[in-house]
């Protein structure tokens, strides 16, 4: 019998790892075709679950008595039942958690979502039959249960549109020449090759590709802003990181002087 039930463990394990490996490398192809792959994980959990549940059931039946002393500990009823019904509650919640989650789609594995509650925010790597788990920019996991996470208040910037718009604000004194601060400002989004024109095609003749408007008089500044469209967030971040660079540069060659704080003393 030890030999048997090494064999079944074995099998088991065996099972496992040919069912990972299987569907781990069809998830990979769906999300390289950009198709989402957020049924098949909480499936493989399924499955995952149905060997571990029926190896245990080979290996307790294999062993003498066993099978007998847990029929007279479940038909012993009252107690055990409470126990075991506290104690599945939470995971009950979770499984319930996923299904929903599954079922309402409120986001998909490779979504950029942040999860208010806590402040965090990731890419959505996996939702198995407990959890969900979030990877951060910081390359860390946050692993959150479902029956949580289904109750949260969740940001999904992939959510039905994907495409980002970020503000890009500039102080420039007011000696500069705003118009054509505002020209080059508009000037330089245009190059960026992330940016994308969101202007209606019916009415693009009566408005500019990237608006710029005056959002501030400040103390010693004029605050300008860029609405910055892109494709998705990471497209916007590196947009506005390369305009950084290329309006600072622009700015200098053309005269136009930053704003920053400073004290004038005078005796």
Known sequence: RAIFIVLVVVVMLW?????NKGFRRTMDAMQ???????LLSFVRYVVLAIVYFAGGVVIVSSI???SDSLNALLASGGIVAVILGFASQDALSNIAGGIMILTFK???IGDFVRYIDVGVSGTVEDISLRHTAIRTPENKRLIIPNGKINQGVIENANYADSRV??????????ESNLEKAIGILRAEVMKQPLHLDVRDPETQDDE?????EVVELADSAVVLRAWLWAA???SAMKLKFSLNRAVKARFDAEGIEFAYPHITITK
């Open 232 to 234: 998705d967030l990471s």
């Open 64 to 66: 003498p008595g066993a």
């Open 165 to 174: 718009c970020e503000f890009f604000n500039v102080s420039i004194t007011y």
């Open 32 to 38: 390289d075709n950009n198709q989402d792959a957020t």
């Open 208 to 212: 500019p590709e990237v608006q710029v």
């Open 106 to 108: 409120p986001f998909v």
């Open 15 to 19: 099972l496992v790892k040919l069912i």
